[in-house]
């Protein structure tokens, strides 16, 4: 069974500066992934997703993600935050060519300081 | 487009009574899933359907635990005898699948927090 892993149950980073959140999985194959991020009182929603191809991908609100086959990773990154990023951000894996049921990671909780 | 909709956004009840969640997925939507959040742990896939049918409900949590989409739109989720340990946020998702396609998107609603005494 696929497996995530999100090491950092907490990050706190400071306005304008870079951010990284890591993320490595466990699957025979290479799964399709995903980010997703909660805001207090909002419903889960997606940042990004890759399927295949390009390892590099792009998402919504300015933040990206790098496939890493030979270390099982998917981390998520942003080159300068703002204080609206403050929210939990969960990976998640999902089988391809089969249903949308995804496992999730535990989550890491980021906090933007001024 | 409203979404997905989920009610009540918040349950308090005694241990031992039953509650009902229910969702109401993007319209065009053939697919609906509902997961549980515990407090500070990610999603936990519960059961999914495709349409009316009830694809997979391998991982709902005991048999206190049921899910209906009757006519393949809105879904409810019952809990009967309550239970502490049933405290969580209850979570729905939907997704539109076409083909052979794993179209990979869901889209969540907001969410029911149970809270059981």
């Known amino acids: 069974a696929q497996s995530v892993t999100q090491p950092d149950i907490h990050i706190t980073v400071s306005e304008g500066a870079s951010l990284e959140l890591r993320c490595n999985y466990s699957y025979g194959a290479t799964p399709y992934l995903f980010w997703y991020v909660q805001s207090p009182g909002q419903g889960l929603q997606l940042l990004l997703k890759y399927f295949s191809g390009d390892t590099l991908v792009q998402g919504i609100k300015g933040f990206e993600a790098e496939f890493k086959r030979s270390q099982s990773s998917f981390n998520l990154r942003k080159p300068s935050v703002h204080w609206s990023d403050a929210a939990e951000y969960f990976c998640a894996v999902g089988l391809p060519y089969g249903n949308e049921k995804l496992t999730f990671g535990t989550g890491t909780r980021l906090t933007i300081i001024p | 487009d409203t979404g997905v909709s989920q009610n009540p956004r918040h349950k308090i009840t005694k241990r031992g009574q039953n509650v009902t969640f229910r969702c109401d997925p993007i319209?065009?939507?053939?697919?609906l899933y509902w997961y549980r959040q515990t407090l500070g742990q990610g999603p936990e896939f519960l059961t999914y359907?495709?349409?009316?049918?009830?694809?997979?409900k391998s991982r709902l949590l005991s048999d206190r635990f049921s899910a209906e989409r009757p006519k393949g739109s809105f879904s409810t989720l019952e809990i009967q005898r309550t239970e502490q340990g049933d405290s969580a946020m209850y979570l729905c998702a939907s997704s539109l699948r076409g083909g052979t396609a794993n179209t990979g998107e869901l889209f969540f609603g907001e969410g029911s927090r149970l809270t059981v005494l």
């Open positions: 359907f495709q349409n009316e049918a009830q694809l997979e």
């Open positions: 319209s065009e939507h053939n697919r």
